[in-house]
């Protein structure tokens, strides 16, 4: 009994806290943030940390979020919640694209807008009025250009596929596979490693074993690349700006910027998670009445060893080794 | 030469032996080139051994540890610890937390301080067990859903990568010795449980426990203690599985280390001849199941199959091997041998009792093995049962003394 008087006294103050706030200054506007798991990686943990601090109070927001603790149902419940409680954007990175017909439908009814970010999602174009995503097709062709600029005398490459399905995986898979049909290189292996370090390991060792080949690995992550540099370590194959083997990463982890500027690699493709600004902007200019694209690509660099610098290196916000 | 194919035939690893046998005949039709070993230095100039066999040995290193704490656990549950992937994790977090964060701790402490976390996991899982009673599987659930957030929290979140002189040797070779170290570490473990089953009770009481609960109890065995210390080894095994993990590359990803590494293990069981509803079990069996599984996956990868189709052709060749393993078709092949009458009664029973092996007299053929109901509750039918069936790999050593103890009295575990 008391902790509930407790508590009811603490939601008052919180209320007041909340009800006082957009009477000091401008109408703050109000926000359903509903974003992925927080623990499941490094990205998607620079990413909340991205919408959190460019969608805050002081930049105009009220903000309510919710994670998804890995499953769509909690964000499609939180998505419901939210539009009851008379937010007028949700902002959203779904766990799985389809299934949010009935959020749809609530949306367009209380006339909420609803902006995806980081994935891609399935709603009518009324209700969904912009989307932000990593162009992960364009991510390949950048790595493919490098290569094909490269000129190298040949191309024997491994192939090193993310988790089979996974729109990261689809996407920069077809950009090498249909480069390497167009220009006749060889794909010496063609193996998922699930973007697992030590399977990448694995699939390079296989490829050592059975004696075959190679002077490029195209590894559609930072960790698989990792892995498949330890794989030729082991067995004494160099790599690198002045090794035999090109070493292709994707991401840009810090940390794997790091063995760019140190030589080890020669290219990393960013993948940027850093959507916050972008989703703010679409906002602003939503708000001011400005018509938005539809979808946009988020800006996206890559980094080989003649264009990192130690100042890259440092400005990096995710990826972090410790 | 009749006699000698029938005592094959009734021995429990024979079938075991013959799946790793045909995996590898596979490829010694299609790819010979998969035996050549060769030997190079590596990229800080260690000589290394290298080629497929060095890789299936290397690779299995993991599994092979983790099947010997899913077969103990097997054999004294009768379920399955399914959140072996996910504390893997977690020791593999506090092995790299602690290395990462303060420069000078020795990997010895760290390591320890992993198998501690491994073991009090292992012990949180074995409490559910054999105090709540809950289903193996059903509580280890807990921590295979909750392992992964648990080993993130831990490392905050970020990927530390070490570099280190003692991990490079753990992961990959002592300076002067070519063959991988993981290799050695397997094998440590195996003589290890070999020599503990040898000349401890571990595995009989295990045995004990899983033929019958009760009966244990009346000869004064504590199923509950019994079935702990299983959970309690399986969390040393993982401490050890995480630290090979985490040397291999010097890092972990917590979401991806050691995935289904528990499906794996549990199959390796399997694979071994044993029963999953615990009861009798073979050790040797265990560890040939778990080389045959990485023997698959590295003929899988030598043979470049498709990503996409990889997962398609590992299931084609586990349900062979599976069903080489079934009662009937076991039983079928004893038929066509035409062994002694009395074997065809002999199928499996409920509890996993193995048909007997070579050594056992027909003495152990009128045994109560045969008998349908294990779990009668009669300590005497325990007793003989245990006394009757000298099984390989509780060696002769413990069985004898001890039977007539089982059968007089309390034994203190």
């Given at each position: 009994?008391?902790?509930?008087?407790?508590?009811?006294?603490?939601?008052?103050?919180?209320?007041?806290?909340?009800?006082?706030?957009?009477?000091?200054?401008?109408?703050?506007?109000?926000?359903?943030?509903?974003?992925?798991?927080?623990?499941?990686?490094?990205?998607?943990?620079?990413?909340?940390?991205?919408?959190?601090?460019?969608?805050?109070?002081?930049?105009?927001?009220?903000?309510?979020?919710?994670?998804?603790?890995?499953?769509?149902?909690?964000?499609?419940?939180?998505?419901?919640?939210?539009?009851?409680?008379?937010?007028?954007?949700?902002?959203?990175?779904?766990?799985?694209?389809?299934?949010?017909?009935?959020?749809?439908?609530?949306?367009?009814?209380?006339?909420?807008?609803?902006?995806?970010?980081?994935?891609?999602?399935?709603?009518?174009?009324?209700?969904?009025?912009?989307?932000?995503?990593?162009?992960?097709?364009?991510?390949?062709?950048k790595a493919v250009?490098w290569l094909e600029d490269k000129k190298l005398p040949a191309y024997n490459i491994i192939h090193i596929q993310?988790?089979?399905?996974?729109?990261?995986?689809?996407?920069r898979?077809?950009?090498l596979?249909?480069?390497a049909?167009?220009?006749?290189w060889n794909l010496v292996a063609q193996q998922?490693a699930?973007w697992s370090e030590e399977d990448a390991k694995q699939v390079v060792q296989a490829v050592i074993d059975a004696k075959k080949e190679f002077n490029v690995i195209y590894a559609e992550n930072d960790n698989m690349a990792a892995g498949a540099v330890a794989a030729l370590d082991a067995n004494g194959i160099t790599h690198g700006k002045t090794g035999d083997v090109v070493i292709i990463g994707f991401d840009a982890n810090q940390w794997a910027l790091k063995e760019v500027l140190a030589g080890n690699w020669n290219l990393d493709v960013?993948?940027?998670?850093?959507?916050?600004?972008?989703?703010?902007?679409?906002?602003?200019?939503?708000?001011?009445?400005?018509?938005?694209?539809?979808?946009?690509?988020?800006?996206?660099?890559a980094f080989d060893t003649d264009t990192i610098?130690?100042?890259?290196v440092?400005?990096?916000?995710?990826g972090?080794e410790? | 030469?009749?006699?000698?194919?029938?005592?094959?035939?009734?021995?429990?690893?024979?079938?075991?032996?013959?799946?790793?046998?045909?995996?590898?005949?596979?490829?010694?039709?299609?790819?010979?080139?998969?035996?050549?070993?060769s030997?190079k230095r590596n990229n800080v100039g260690n000589w290394i051994?290298a080629?497929?066999?060095?890789s299936?040995?290397?690779?299995?290193?993991?599994?092979?540890?983790?099947?010997?704490?899913?077969?103990?656990?097997?054999?004294?549950?009768?379920?399955?610890?399914?959140?072996?992937?996910?504390?893997?994790?977690?020791?593999?977090?506090?092995?790299?937390?602690?290395?990462?964060?303060?420069?000078?701790?020795?990997?010895?402490?760290?390591?320890?301080?992993?198998?501690?976390?491994?073991?009090?996991?292992?012990?949180?899982?074995?409490?559910?067990?054999?105090?709540?009673?809950?289903?193996?599987?059903?509580?280890?659930?807990?921590?295979?859903?909750?392992?992964?957030?648990?080993?993130?929290?831990?490392?905050?979140?970020?990927?530390?990568r070490i570099t280190?002189?003692?991990l490079d040797?753990?992961g990959n070779v002592?300076?002067?010795?070519?063959?991988p170290?993981?290799?050695?570490?397997?094998?440590?473990?195996?003589?290890?449980?070999?020599?503990?089953?040898?000349?401890?009770?571990?595995?009989?009481?295990?045995?004990?426990?899983?033929?019958?609960?009760?009966?244990?109890?009346?000869?004064?065995?504590?199923?509950?203690?019994?079935?702990?210390?299983?959970?309690?080894?399986?969390?040393?095994?993982?401490?050890?599985?995480?630290?090979?993990?985490?040397?291999r590359v010097g890092s972990?990803?917590?979401?991806?280390?050691?995935?289904?590494?528990?499906?794996?293990?549990?199959?390796?069981?399997?694979?071994?001849?044993?029963?999953?509803?615990?009861?009798?079990?073979?050790?040797?069996?265990?560890?040939?199941?778990?080389?045959?599984?990485?023997?698959?996956?590295?003929?899988?990868l030598?043979?470049?199959?498709?990503?996409?189709?990889?997962?398609?052709?590992?299931?084609?060749?586990?349900?062979?091997?599976?069903?080489?393993?079934?009662?009937?078709?076991?039983?079928?092949?004893?038929?066509?041998?035409?062994?002694?009458?009395?074997?065809?009664?002999?199928?499996?029973?409920?509890?996993?009792?193995?048909?007997?092996?070579?050594?056992?007299?027909?003495?152990?053929?009128?045994?109560?093995?045969?008998?349908?109901?294990?779990?009668?509750?009669?300590?005497?039918?325990?007793?003989?049962?245990?006394?009757?069936?000298?099984?390989?790999?509780?060696?002769?050593?413990?069985?004898?003394?001890?039977?007539?103890?089982?059968?007089?009295?309390?034994?203190?575990?």
């Open positions: 009994m008391k902790f509930k008087l407790v508590f009811l006294l603490a939601a008052l103050v919180a209320f007041g806290l909340v009800g006082t706030a957009p009477s000091m200054g401008q109408d703050l506007i109000k926000i359903g943030l509903i974003n992925a798991d927080p623990n499941e990686s490094g990205y998607r943990k620079a990413n909340v940390e991205s919408m959190t601090s460019a969608l805050s109070k002081e930049n105009g927001f009220d903000v309510s979020v919710a994670y998804s603790e890995r499953k769509v149902e909690n964000q499609i419940a939180a998505a419901q919640q939210f539009i009851n409680e008379g937010v007028k954007y949700l902002v959203i990175s779904p766990e799985v694209s389809t299934g949010w017909d009935s959020v749809a439908q609530s949306a367009k009814e209380a006339g909420v807008k609803v902006i995806a970010f980081d994935r891609v999602i399935e709603m009518p174009d009324d209700v969904l009025v912009a989307s932000t995503v990593s162009d992960m097709r364009a991510e390949g062709d250009k993310g988790q089979m399905g996974t729109d990261a995986q689809v996407k898979s077809a950009a596979t249909e480069a049909k167009d220009k006749g998922t699930s960013e993948c940027n998670p850093l959507h916050g600004p972008l989703v703010a902007q679409i906002i602003k200019d939503l708000e001011a009445g400005k018509k938005v694209d539809k979808v946009r690509y988020i800006e996206e660099q610098t130690q100042a890259v440092d400005g990096r916000t995710y972090f410790n | 030469m009749k006699n000698l194919m029938k005592n094959l035939m009734k021995n429990p690893l024979f079938v075991p032996v013959i799946c790793l046998g045909l995996v590898l005949l596979f490829n010694l039709l299609t790819n010979a080139g998969f035996f050549e070993i030997i051994l080629g497929n066999l060095i299936v040995f290397n690779n299995a290193s993991e599994l092979v540890i983790l099947a010997i704490g899913m077969t103990l656990i097997t054999s004294a549950s009768g379920g399955q610890d399914i959140s072996v992937g996910a504390c893997v994790a977690i020791a593999g977090g506090v092995i790299l937390k602690t290395l990462a964060s303060k420069s000078g701790v020795p990997v010895v402490a760290a390591v320890s301080l992993g198998c501690l976390v491994a073991m009090a996991f292992g012990a949180f899982n074995g409490i559910l067990v054999s105090i709540f009673n809950i289903q193996p599987m059903v509580a280890t659930l807990i921590l295979f859903t909750a392992g992964r957030p648990i080993s993130s929290w831990i490392t905050g979140g970020l990927s530390p280190n002189s003692v040797a753990v002592i300076p002067g010795v070519p063959v170290t993981p290799i050695f570490i397997a094998a440590f473990c195996v003589g290890f449980i070999f020599l503990t089953l040898r000349f401890t009770n571990l595995g009989l009481y295990a045995q004990a426990v899983g033929i019958s609960d009760k009966a244990a109890r009346l000869v004064g065995l504590s199923p509950r203690l019994v079935k702990f210390i299983q959970f309690v080894v399986m969390g040393l095994c993982v401490g050890l599985v995480a630290f090979i993990k985490v040397s972990i990803q917590y979401n991806y280390i050691a995935k289904d590494i528990e499906m794996d293990a549990i199959l390796a069981v399997a694979l071994g001849g044993n029963s999953l509803s615990g009861g009798r079990f073979s050790m040797t069996g265990s560890i040939i199941g778990a080389y045959t599984i990485q023997a698959i996956t590295t003929t899988l030598a043979n470049s199959v498709p990503s996409d189709a990889l997962s398609a052709y590992k299931a084609v060749v586990i349900i062979i091997l599976v069903v080489i393993q079934s009662p009937v078709v076991k039983d079928f092949w004893r038929r066509r041998g035409k062994t002694d009458p009395g074997d065809s009664s002999l199928n499996p029973t409920k509890n996993g009792l193995p048909p007997h092996p070579q050594g056992a007299g027909p003495k152990a053929n009128a045994g109560p093995n045969a008998g349908p109901n294990p779990a009668s509750g009669s300590a005497a039918s325990l007793s003989a049962s245990l006394s009757a069936s000298p099984a390989a790999n509780l060696g002769p050593g413990p069985l004898p003394s001890l039977a007539p103890a089982l059968g007089a009295g309390p034994v203190g575990t």
